[in-house]
């Protein structure tokens, strides 16, 4: 099929990439024309792993181009997908300005019939929105389809291409039709695509964000407890997720989500049911709970180290996850800024988040080449991102470069009993230790 991506962010990049991979013709669209000629030349706006593989392969096979004229990509194709930004406006509603825009755009250059698919999140009412304001604007034929990603940053690509299910929003048995076959090749091994109305559609996807946030919330809820009662949430969390009506996903605690997707989605669904007269508030106590938790690892240092005021700390990890270098929305951000207020300097390694940090942070803090080389005369290790290059360190060396062997680890990447046989004091979340408390173990 001939497809036409608006927009080269996270979602569009990947998407028209992986369509482009799978032999569609794919024509990426974006008005930033510096990033289309990043592109061109090859450089990725975002890190994501095997993209930059995968882009250049499709780009050498010549079936995937970035341009920045929206008319001649839209006259040759016959499915348009808008992923453009829907960032969080006043009092969490999301800015829709973008995608009403780029609709009518690509309005103004249809050609003939055009199936405009909506890929970024957006509120339930979209569609028909979108269909009143693309109406007013051309005479050919259109349908407007509500098509969510379920995409994970550090994942994407492998979600992309063996999604769990495809949810599809039509009330065109026709549109569903071709839907169906632009999507056969990604779910050969069984997974479902979904065909339901564009509102249902639209709801699935902030539901299924908003429960998993909340998960999260929950179990941080409950690692603060297990901190204060003397339990270890580890072992409460392997016992509730051998329930089956529970399951093992997202039942990890640490120092908060971030992202674009969960704050702001949470947010979002709050929103609308204000919106509707609906006070939903498990929403906004899964965000509440998110904001304070971020703070959790700052306050076991200042009760552990009191005064910080001149205290030099490490920290490994700034992105908001591993695999990707997305800062919105980190919990490193909050830590740090906590950190500097009370007069420390930080000292930080992240494997890829370096320069996007520089971007939010500037020179507020000191960025290590080497993980180790943060750790020089620390008085303290902070742990924010789960990276896999953290979970088997040199405790030796490690031992050596701290001032004082104290970890603080936001996402319980090491054993307790462990770190302390090696003569480490160490703080989790939920490990049944406070700060300045003697060990149990």
């Given at each position: ?140 034929p ?79 809820e ?15 969390r ?25 704050p ?18 498990l ?5 509440d ?8 690892l ?53 494997p ?9 942070l ?52 090491f ?14 979340i ?6 300045g ?5």
């Open positions: 099929m001939k497809i036409c991506v608006v927009g080269t962010g996270y979602v569009g990049l990947v998407t028209g990439t992986c369509f482009a991979d799978n032999g569609n013709d794919v024509w990426c669209v974006d008005i930033d024309a510096r990033k289309i000629q990043k592109l061109n030349e090859g450089i990725l706006p975002i890190y994501e792993p095997g993209l930059d593989q995968m882009v250049a392969r499709n780009v050498k096979a010549e079936r995937l181009r970035f341009q920045t004229d929206l008319a001649d990509a839209v006259a040759r194709a016959r499915i348009v997908f808008l992923c453009v930004g829907t960032p969080s406006a006043e009092g969490g509603a999301p800015e829709m300005k973008y995608v009403y825009q780029a609709a009518e755009d690509v309005a103004r250059a249809m050609k003939e019939h055009t199936i405009l698919v909506l890929k970024s999140t957006v509120p339930v009412g979209t569609a028909a929105e979108v269909r009143t304001r693309v109406a007013a604007v051309t005479k050919h259109f349908d407007v389809v509500s098509n969510p990603e379920f995409l994970k940053e550090g994942h994407a690509v492998e979600d992309f291409l063996k999604p769990d299910r495809v949810v599809v929003g039509t009330n065109d048995p026709r549109v569903a039709l071709i839907m169906k076959e632009l999507y056969d090749p990604f779910v050969r091994s069984g997974n479902p695509i979904l065909i339901m109305d564009n509102p249902s559609a639209e709801l699935t996807k902030y539901g299924a964000n908003a429960l998993l946030a909340a998960r999260i919330s929950f179990m941080n409950l690692a603060n407890l297990s901190d204060r009662v003397g339990a270890d949430i580890d072992l409460v392997q016992g509730m997720a051998s329930d089956s009506r529970i399951g093992k996903a997202f039942l990890f605690p640490g120092i908060g989500f971030g992202g674009s997707c969960f702001k989605d949470v947010d979002a669904l709050g929103h609308t049911g204000a919106a509707h007269g609906l006070d939903l508030k929403l906004k106590a899964t965000n709970v998110n904001r304070a938790q971020k703070r959790v700052f306050d076991k240092m200042k009760a552990r180290l009191g005064d910080l005021k001149g205290k030099r700390i490490a920290m490994w990890g700034l992105a908001f996850k591993p695999q990707t270098d997305d800062m919105r929305e980190a919990p490193s951000l909050t830590v740090i800024e906590l950190l500097l207020e009370a007069g420390a300097t930080v000292h930080a390694y992240d890829v988040a370096t320069h996007t940090t520089k971007e939010v500037g020179d507020k803090i000191q960025y290590a080449a080497k993980p180790y080389d943060a750790l020089e005369k620390a008085d303290a290790l902070a742990i924010c991102t789960e990276w896999n290059e953290f979970r088997r360190p040199d405790f030796d060396r490690m031992k050596k470069a701290l001032r004082q062997p104290l970890i603080f680890d936001g996402r319980n990447i054993e307790p009993a462990r770190c302390e046989e090696l003569g480490f004091e160490y703080f989790g939920g490990r049944g230790r406070q700060a408390a003697k060990s149990k173990r």
